[in-house]
């Protein structure tokens, strides 16, 4: 089974760890929350503290108590306690600035009075409902105006309620100025990051409670939310000074909180590899929960200081156990599955050996170990989670970059061949029209020209071949051949041009036969638009129409009428003042024009009535109706 692990994943992920807790523990955590404050500032002088236990948290309290010598740090176990514990400090001079003075009690709450002025006291000191101001370090001044040069007294009232340790340390005085700058990066760990580290994964999780609703990745947006709010539970357990509930409540809370956060952790990192263990978020919430059980059960049920103490020990080892646990998951994740978020999983793990440290300290706390790791390193958190995503977006936009690239050769690769292709059937097309044209004019030439000349020969060879039937029949070829150029050459011209070449050729032959010609168009007449075929079929019809009138009507005038209709069809007269013998429907030529015209679409009629002429009627479409 060994064989099946990643060892060089699992490799360059042990470097990476390495790496982030040198630059974090070495570059961050040191420089920022245990750099070296310098000097101190030369101290009050302290003459000795008294303390005495008081029946009720006053100022008159102290006068009738019995104050008995002591030792700072001062250490009483295990009950509901208030103490007055007097410092009696000597001033050779009063500093002009007065003097500063960080008190550092583990009490519930505090009052400070500086010769039996009140100089800091907030919040309530009744026990059962008092509040926990007690638990906040910060640096007060004392005013000049306050003190006196020789001896002055320093009077603290103490309340402890529920958790069974009262500790009172010997308090840090100075020349105001001088103990501000001294303590000031120490005060700004102890009450500021708190409450920025609160904000920033207040944030977080958040944001990460609206991606559980709208990410597919439901799990590690909910473990993201959890654990980020299991850590502002724990900032605002030390920032936020009354909370609804006191004494045993407290400490049930605070263990609550802190014994959750190492399983939240463990959580967050099943649910991040995208492959959680389905059996292992169930147990440890089992586990967790009976460790609470266990804990509210010491507290409830059994004697201080064991009460606190046992408690303190198992969430210590809670806090080890999944702490390693996280590792170790972590570890097999990456042991078992190809994963490149190297930096994400270094960072996390910032987590656990914060973990660690912070069990270790409860185990050997005279080793030097710091104190509250796991909170100051919770920050990182975020940075990992920051990290996490430009990274993700970054590729995600290289991938869409690179999908773009893709997209526009594919792009470009399909309109060439949409191009060649496109070129291709226009070849084909023109190769098709000229293919069609060309069997139009062969049948053209055999049907017309062939069969005149073919007739002229056979007359020829039997003899019956008269000059003047010769040249009328060779007179009707030059026709039929010139009405077959001239429908070629009207491609792409207008009727009205097609119209006009007719009128130039067909004007002398009439004129020649001693007949009057007259041509009358309406202005401004919008005529069909008609391709060659079409131009010619209309040329063979006018030209039969003006062959007969030249033959047979004995006319002496030939009239040839464009109008336009009162419904927009173009109507063409061809019309002459002959003998009138021709009859619609009779002989072969009028049958021949009729068929021609419906084969373009054009209406037909003929008109003829003897001694007054005849007349060939034309009804053409409207171009709308042929656009159309």
Known sequence: MLGNLNWRQLGKLVAMICLVQAVYWLGIEGPLFHADPGEAPPPVEQL????????????????????????????HCCDTAMFAAEITIRLDDVPPAGLGIISTLQVDNYRLYVNDSLLVGEGSLTPGAGTFHGQKTFLTRIPAGMLTAGENRLTYITLRDGFPYTDIYPP???????????????????????????????????????????????????WLSVLSGAIVANYLYGIELDPPFGGWGRMVAFFAINMFIPVALLGFIDAWTGRPLRWLMPAALA???????????????????????????????????????????????????????????????????AGLFDAAEDWF??????????????????????????????????????????????????????????????ELVRQQAHDAERRRIMQDIHDGLGSQLMSMMLAARLG?????????????????????VD????????????????????????????I????????????????????????????????????????????????????????????????????????????????????????????????????????????????A
Do not use: C
């Open 516 to 627: 009057a010609f007259d041509w009358r168009q309406d202005d401004g007449l919008t005529l069909p638009d008609y391709g060659p075929r079409d131009v010619l079929q209309l040329f063979r019809i006018m030209q039969e129409a003006v062959t007969n009138a030249l033959k047979h009507a004995g006319a002496k005038t030939l009239t040839i009428t464009l109008t336009r209709d009162s419904d927009g069809a173009i109507a063409l007269h061809i019309a002459d003042d002959g003998a009138g013998t021709a009859q619609s429907g009779a002989g072969r030529g009028l049958g021949n024009m009729a068929r021609r015209a419906e084969a373009i679409g054009a209406g037909f009629a003929v008109m003829s009535e003897p001694g007054k002429g005849t007349r060939v009627s034309l009804r053409l479409s409207p171009p709308e109706a042929i656009a």
């Open 48 to 75: 000795g503290t008294r303390i005495a236990r008081l029946d009720s948290p006053t100022l008159d309290a102290p006068y009738t108590a019995r104050f008995a010598e002591a030792e700072l740090p001062f250490t």
């Open 172 to 222: 840090l005085i100075g020349e105001y100025d001088a103990m501000r700058a001294f303590a000031s990066p120490r005060l700004w760990v102890l009450n500021d990051f708190p409450r920025y580290a609160a904000m920033l994964l207040g944030l977080l999780g958040l944001l990460a409670t609206v991606m559980v609703f709208r990410s597919d990745d439901w799990r590690f947006a909910a």
């Open 365 to 426: 706390p005279d080793a030097g170990f710091s104190e509250q790791n796991l909170l100051t390193a919770a920050p990182f958190l975020m940075l990992a989670m920051v990290a996490a995503f430009l990274a993700r977006n970054f590729r995600l936009f290289q991938s869409q970059a690179a999908l773009s690239t893709m997209l526009q050769a594919r792009v470009a690769e399909r309109e060439a061949e949409l191009a060649v292709a496109y070129a291709r059937e226009q």
């Open 287 to 353: 586990v967790y929960g009976a460790a609470l059980a266990y804990v509210v059960w010491r507290l409830l049920a059994t004697a201080m200081p064991e009460a606190f103490d046992t408690p303190t020990m198992v969430w210590s080892w809670m806090l080890a156990a999944f702490s390693l646990a996280t590792l170790a998951r972590l570890l097999w994740h990456f042991a078992r599955e190809s994963e490149d978020r190297l930096l994400e999983s270094a960072l996390m793990s910032v987590l656990v050996a």
């Open 487 to 514: 429908s070629m050459d009207s491609v792409g011209e207008s009727l009205e041009a097609a119209l006009g070449t007719f009128r130039a050729r067909m004007q002398p032959r009439v004129t020649a036969a001693g």
């Open 464 to 484: 019956e071949a008269e000059p003047a039937t010769v040249a009328e029949g060779l007179q009707a070829v030059i026709d039929e051949m010139r009405l077959m």
